[in-house]
């Protein structure tokens, strides 16, 4: 039999050019660490869950529709549910449920907010069937 | 009446040549006057052929090919030059006492090895009738016996042909009798299959980057499609980039059917076409379907020396280069950015989980490496790992394959 040529460098450079291809294709979820400060919802932003301590002292849940921006009381459009929550914990596990029971939309002056102690428990984009439905 | 022994010194006399296929660079055929393709001649006396080859032909060997009645096998003569001609003998004891026929044909060959021209076919070849004295005295030869082999032994000047052993070639075509043109330029009885066709099923994992993989620009430019696990609606949100794990899914399972040539001892190339029959994900709309075919090239270096001559585990590694689509389902983590101005969708949660199908392609590079473990010459059994790179939609994929080999010449 003849000698053969040698080929292993030739194996050991393409074994070489996919794992930098491969780190090239991956490696920027790999090594990043420069995590972009996360936006987060506030008391008035569209689609917010913000639960209220109330006069009674209960805790209430609102889901904010809109700021109507119209003066003097510049009243937010929210929906208001029938869950009263121990705890602004349960607040937000009970906002993710989709399907929570709620009261009639209301508008709320945005004072309401700002005089009681509150928490932005959670957020979900209104649907156009949403604002439908509450409207 | 059939010429005498006489006339059998010149019994084949290459006045002319011409080509068998103006086209084409084939063998040539020695024409060969009708009255020297049978002839005749008496017991006890060694065949003389003799012929003129044309200087063109760049011819470096000329081969006898002879068969004696009742004797299995062809035998190989190699005919010595002399001056502008070609000439040698059947020796005297092939022909021996007993009446028969003897058959033969001329090749010859260039320095390669090639048959460059050939005067008679092992199928039409020239005749020689062997008459006893007593049937024809005409033809007896005075000396009436064959000379004692060790007073001129074949190969020396004056004495008869050499028997060849091994016939040179450049081609399977140069070779006869079922043998084919090995490696090493000589017809044989090659073991080894050359030809092989495969038939596999393949499957990967993928890695996919998952980061911003479902912004809408990935959604449209990047190959990615991400669906909500609530309602499998296609997201359309507004991700936050963040840091986000590798993606890692399951790739569609193909069937392969696949050819492959040995080019040497060592080293084959070969040709494999797919189809993915499972594992495909969906199309977003407006995007184009997934193409279930693949094909790519690859070639083998086997690390086992000459593993084709003999049944056995015969281990290798492969790189490759091809096209094909790789659907990778994976998921991710994904948080709403809520003070976005563009409110697109709706009925996103602040953080949620997507289907994410990646559609990588459409080319890809392969390294690789396996076994075949041949149960016979003809059939055997491979399996393979190998690391695939599509590019440029990109995906990393570990694919493993394992099927069955049929090997032919």
């Not at chain 1, 074994?15 to 008035?44: I, K």
């Not at chain 1, 009263?84 to 709320?108: G, I, N, V, Y």
């Not at chain 2, 296609?234 to 696949?258: D, H, K, W």
């Not at chain 2, 040995?262 to 995007?287: D, E, I, K, N």
Request: a negative charge; glycine letters at 10%.
């Amino acid at each position: 039999m003849k000698n053969q040529p040698p080929i292993g460098d030739a194996i050991l450079a393409a074994v070489r050019w996919l794992t930098l291809a491969a780190f090239c294709a991956l490696g920027p979820s790999a090594c990043s660490a420069d995590a972009v400060p996360e936006p987060e919802a506030t008391y008035d932003t569209k689609g917010a869950f913000v639960a209220l301590v109330g006069d009674s002292g209960d805790l209430e849940l609102y889901r904010i529709l809109a700021a109507l921006g119209v003066r003097p009381y510049d009243p937010l459009f929210v929906v208001p549910y029938t869950a009263t929550p121990a705890s602004f914990e349960e607040a937000k596990e009970l906002a993710k449920d989709p399907a929570l029971p709620h009261r009639m939309t209301a508008a709320l002056a945005r004072k309401y907010f700002t005089s009681h102690e509150h928490q932005v428990v959670w957020f979900r984009s209104v649907s156009i069937e949403e604002e439908t439905e509450f409207r | 009446m059939k010429r005498p022994k006489a006339a059998l010194l010149l019994a084949v006399v290459a006045i002319f040549s011409a080509p068998v296929r103006a086209d084409t660079k084939g063998p040539r055929l020695l024409h060969v006057p009708a009255s020297s393709k049978d002839t005749e001649q008496g017991v006890l006396t060694p065949v003389p052929v003799s012929l003129e080859v044309p200087r063109d032909l760049e011819a470096r060997r000329v081969l006898l090919h002879y068969h004696v009645f009742g004797h299995g096998e062809w035998r190989t003569l190699e005919l010595h030059r002399e001056g502008t001609r070609y000439a040698g003998a059947i020796p005297c004891l092939e022909v021996s006492e007993m009446t028969k026929e003897i058959v033969y044909y001329i090749r010859v060959h260039d320095a390669a090895g090639a048959v460059v021209a050939f005067g008679g076919t092992r199928a039409s070849p020239y005749r020689v009738a062997i008459h006893h004295s007593s049937a024809r005295p005409d033809l007896a030869s005075g000396a009436a016996h064959c000379p004692d082999p060790a007073e001129c032994p074949p190969g020396l000047p004056g004495c008869p042909s050499q028997e060849v052993e091994r016939i040179p070639c450049q081609r399977d075509g140069d070779c006869e009798g079922g043998l084919s043109c090995g490696w090493d330029h000589y017809c044989g009885d090659d073991p080894r299959r050359k030809n092989w066709l495969g038939l596999d099923v393949a499957g990967a994992v993928g890695f996919v980057s998952a980061q911003g993989a479902c912004s809408v620009p990935s959604q449209e430019n990047g190959g990615y499609a991400c669906y909500r696990e609530r309602d499998g609606a296609v997201y359309t949100g507004r991700p936050i980039y963040s840091n986000e794990p590798l993606g890692l899914g399951l790739a569609p399972l193909r069937v392969i059917l696949s050819f492959e040539r040995v080019l040497f001892y060592r080293t084959t190339v070969g040709l494999r076409a797919g189809y993915a029959f499972a594992g495909s994900g969906p199309t977003l709309p407006g995007a184009a379907e997934f193409v279930p075919y693949s094909a790519d090239l690859f070639a083998r270096y086997w690390l086992k020396g000459d593993p084709f001559a003999e049944p056995g585990l015969r281990p290798f590694v492969e790189v490759g280069a091809g096209f094909g689509e790789y659907d990778v389902k994976s998921s991710a983590h994904v948080r709403e950015d809520p003070l976005s101005p563009q409110y697109s969708q709706g009925g996103n949660d602040l953080e949620q989980t997507l289907r994410v199908w990646k559609r990588a392609g459409d080319a890809n590079v392969s390294a690789g490496a396996g076994a075949m473990y041949a149960f016979s010459a003809g059939f055997a059994a491979e399996a393979q790992l190998s690391l695939c790179q599509a590019f440029p939609y990109a995906a990393t994929l570990v694919s493993g394959s394992a099927g069955l080999r049929v090997g032919f010449r």
